[in-house]
């Protein structure tokens, strides 16, 4: 059974910086791709990056783009999700993903497994 458990998150002034962990357990960890997701409050999960199951190779929202870094431990089944330059607009409810297939790297609603979320707040 699959399980992604979240944390990290909090509140934090605009400028700040927070980071987000995610321990996955269940598999084998190195064969899926892990992405990053978030919701805020009356708008609809957007994605927010991903990182592939082979080469690391990573993807970003344009949102997030420069600010964001996602990186995977795979000794450690983690993943990562540094946030720099906050903005109010980055609070949201940030869900660590992992993709239901092997050897994919879509990072994609409905193909992945939802951790509970973490709550990232960014005042102004």
Not at 11 to 36: D, H, I
Not at 47 to 59: E, N
Request: charged share 20%; glycine share 10%; net charge positive.
């Amino acid at each position: 059974q699959v399980q992604l458990v979240e944390s990290g998150g909090g509140l934090v002034q605009a400028g700040g910086s927070l980071k987000l962990s995610c321990e996955a357990s269940g598999r084998t960890f190195s064969n899926y791709a892990m992405g990053w997701f978030r919701q805020a409050p009356g708008k609809e999960r957007e994605f927010v990056a991903a990182i592939s199951w082979r080469s690391g190779r990573t993807s970003y929202a344009d949102s997030v783009k420069g600010r964001f870094t996602m990186s995977r431990d795979n000794a450690k089944n983690m993943v990562y999700l540094q946030m720099n330059s906050l903005k109010p607009e980055d609070t949201a409810n940030y869900y660590c993903t992992t993709t239901k297939s092997p050897f994919s790297d879509n990072v994609r609603w409905p193909d992945v497994y939802w951790g509970q979320g973490t709550q990232v707040t960014v005042s102004s």
